[in-house]
């Protein structure tokens, strides 16, 4: 997948000549880039199409590349001359016996990817390590296919991989050890940060993300708020770089579909990654996002704009002092910002447990209370006043938006009041349908969930799957890091009342989770 990125060091490092050759089979984007991050660490490439016309296509393109960076000043010009003479082409597999590691990024099919790894074990050495590229195939049943699978593992570069940081090493039941520690070498010679997942449909990244989008889905299908009012939401107020709608317009909703439709079949069709009726219908009428002009937004000229509905500056005064009932949990920041914003936060002594336990009181005796999972309209009934529900945010003190919802038929009042203490602080004010969990939470809440069910399957240890979301994804924060500063008992209350709402089995808690909560921290 793609995300926003910054330029890496390899990008602008050059490193000294290698003698170990390296052997690139596959001429596209993800060829093309991992060709040039190896000729800039170092290596001779032999790069392989079955054209010769496009492998010298291919180099060409290269070149190119690495002559712009000595214009901008980033290697010598001495030096990319010198680069882009270790590089060489072949249209024949046969040319990969000179290299000590051939990564192979052809086609995205089972078929094609092994004719050729079968092909080129013919012709390598005993010693020669071999990697496939693959982003969604089962890296098991490609080293069936070989005489010695030992040596052969998944390389998964990320999009465009001369930028982007992360390298998922993929081993399967067969991969020697030895096979994995040179892959992890390897990318951080090469400037990268590796991180191992056992093979896994989606691996860590693919897989660990799926909410990220499912829930932005749920969302339009609940018709609760717009695909801007979502980005909003999961930016301004989660800290995310970019949307999730904005996100699945940029991917291609054909390829994002694709990906989730691939690991809920490969998870026996778990409700956690079902795909949605609304990327299907988007996929059906060709509305695939910025390639084709149309998707969750329009791309093309005269496009209507994308702005979320914000509440315009509302006439009531906000309130300048509050009743806190207890611990308000995740929105324990909340009280420093009021604070220093001159609202004044007085504490009631508020038993766990008892309906008002977390809200803070207004003046007039609403209730304001961070999302848990359950409705408005229920915290609503079950304390006998109106109470409005904000959602998460990663930093109170830098979020730019706060977005609320409330039961039908709350009085104006109490909404105005509520819009008002948040303008007070700064934000823009989004109002959506009153959902469980709201946007951000119960997208967070589904990530930690999803990342600590993957860390005790096996699928990786959680400080890689935190490395691999926030270099792959570029989360504000990895999810088992975000789980912990949230506190895993909020994190599991919340998904026990979204799974008590909807019990359809998408909210389960996994009993990874139950363990965190009891403990207090993640899995080792």
């Known amino acids: 997948m793609k995300s926003s990125h910054t330029l890496d060091r390899q990008a602008v490092h050059r490193n000294p000549p290698r003698a170990d050759p390296v052997a690139v089979v596959g001429t596209g984007a993800m060829g093309t880039g991992i060709a040039q991050v190896a000729l800039l660490s170092g290596h001779p490439v032999i790069l392989l199409h079955r054209r010769i016309a496009r492998a010298r296509q291919a180099r060409e393109e290269i070149e190119r590349r690495i002559l712009r960076l000595a214009d901008k000043g980033r290697i010598s010009q001495e030096n990319a001359l010198e680069t882009v003479a270790r590089m060489s082409v072949a249209d024949e597999l046969s040319a990969t016996g000179a290299a000590d590691l051939v990564i192979e990024s052809v086609a995205e099919e089972m078929t094609v990817k092994s004719a050729v790894l079968s092909g080129v074990e013919k012709h390598v050495g005993p010693d020669t390590v071999i990697a496939t590229n693959t982003s969604s195939l089962s890296v098991t049943a490609l080293a069936a296919a070989l005489d010695k699978p030992s040596r052969f593992a998944g390389m998964h570069f990320f999009n465009p991989a001369p930028l982007m940081a992360l390298v998922e090493v993929v081993s399967a039941p067969a991969t020697d050890g030895s096979t994995v520690r040179l892959l992890r070498e390897t990318a951080a010679r090469w400037g990268k940060t590796a991180v191992h997942s056992a093979d896994r449909p989606g691996f860590i990244v693919n897989r660990v993300a799926r909410p990220y989008y499912g829930e932005a889905l749920r969302t339009?299908?609940?018709?609760?708020?717009?695909?801007?009012?979502?980005?909003?939401?999961?930016?301004?107020?989660?800290?995310?770089?970019?949307?999730?709608?904005?996100?699945?317009?940029?991917?291609?909703?054909?390829?994002?579909?694709?990906?989730?439709?691939?690991?809920?079949?490969?998870?026996?069709?778990?409700?956690?990654?079902?795909?949605?009726?609304?990327?299907?219908?988007?996929?059906?009428?060709?509305?695939?996002?910025?390639?084709?002009?149309?998707?969750?937004?329009?791309?093309?000229?005269?496009?209507?704009?994308?702005?979320?509905?914000?509440?315009?500056?509302?006439?009531?005064?906000?309130?300048?002092?509050?009743?806190?009932?207890?611990?308000?949990?995740?929105?324990?920041?909340?009280?420093?910002?009021?604070?220093?914003?001159?609202?004044?936060?007085?504490?009631?002594?508020?038993?766990?447990?008892?309906?008002t336990a977390g809200a803070f009181e207004l003046p007039d005796g609403t209730l304001l209370r961070l999302t848990d999972g359950d409705t408005a309209a229920r915290h609503t009934h079950r304390a006998g006043r109106p109470t409005v529900l904000f959602d998460l945010s990663l930093d109170y003190h830098e979020a730019t938006r706060a977005v609320l919802a409330?039961?039908?038929?709350?009085?104006?009042?109490?909404?105005?009041?509520?819009?008002?203490?948040?303008?007070?602080?700064?934000?823009?004010?989004?109002?959506?349908?009153?959902?469980?969990?709201?946007?951000?939470?119960?997208?967070?809440?589904?990530?930690?969930?999803?990342?600590?069910?993957?860390?005790?399957?096996?699928?990786?240890?959680?400080?890689?799957?935190?490395?691999?979301?926030?270099?792959?994804?570029?989360?504000?924060?990895?999810?088992?890091?975000?789980?912990?500063?949230?506190?895993?008992?909020?994190?599991?209350?919340?998904?026990?009342?979204?799974?008590?709402?909807?019990?359809?089995?998408?909210?389960?808690?996994?009993?990874?989770?139950?363990?965190?909560?009891?403990?207090?921290?993640?899995?080792?």
């Not at 084709?292 to 509302?314: D, I, K, M, R, W």
Request: charge should be negative; aromatic fraction near 4%; charged fraction near 20%.
């Open 220 to 355: 339009l299908e609940q018709r609760a708020a717009s695909p801007a009012a979502v980005d909003a939401a999961l930016t301004g107020s989660g800290g995310f770089v970019m949307g999730p709608c904005a996100l699945m317009d940029l991917i291609g909703h054909d390829v994002n579909e694709a990906v989730t439709r691939g690991v809920w079949s490969g998870f026996h069709h778990d409700p956690r990654f079902t795909p949605s009726l609304v990327q299907r219908k988007l996929v059906e009428a060709g509305h695939l996002g910025r390639k084709t002009g149309q998707g969750l937004y329009g791309h093309g000229p005269g496009a209507p704009p994308s702005a979320p509905a914000t509440c315009a500056p509302v006439s009531v005064p906000p309130p300048t002092r509050l009743r806190l009932h207890g611990d308000p949990g995740p929105a324990r920041q909340l009280v420093t910002v009021l604070g220093a914003a001159g609202i004044t936060v007085e504490r009631a002594d508020t038993a766990p447990g008892a309906p």
């Open 406 to 524: 409330m039961a039908d038929g709350t009085p104006g009042s109490s909404r105005d009041t509520a819009v008002a203490l948040f303008q007070a602080l700064g934000k823009d004010v989004g109002l959506v349908d009153d959902i469980p969990g709201l946007l951000v939470f119960r997208t967070v809440a589904m990530l930690v969930n999803t990342a600590l069910d993957a860390a005790a399957e096996g699928l990786a240890d959680a400080a890689d799957i935190d490395t691999a979301m926030r270099l792959g994804t570029n989360y504000p924060l990895g999810p088992v890091a975000w789980g912990e500063r949230l506190g895993f008992p909020a994190v599991l209350a919340l998904l026990e009342n979204l799974s008590a709402e909807y019990q359809d089995g998408r909210y389960r808690p996994a009993p990874a989770l139950r363990r965190a909560a009891l403990r207090g921290t993640p899995p080792a």
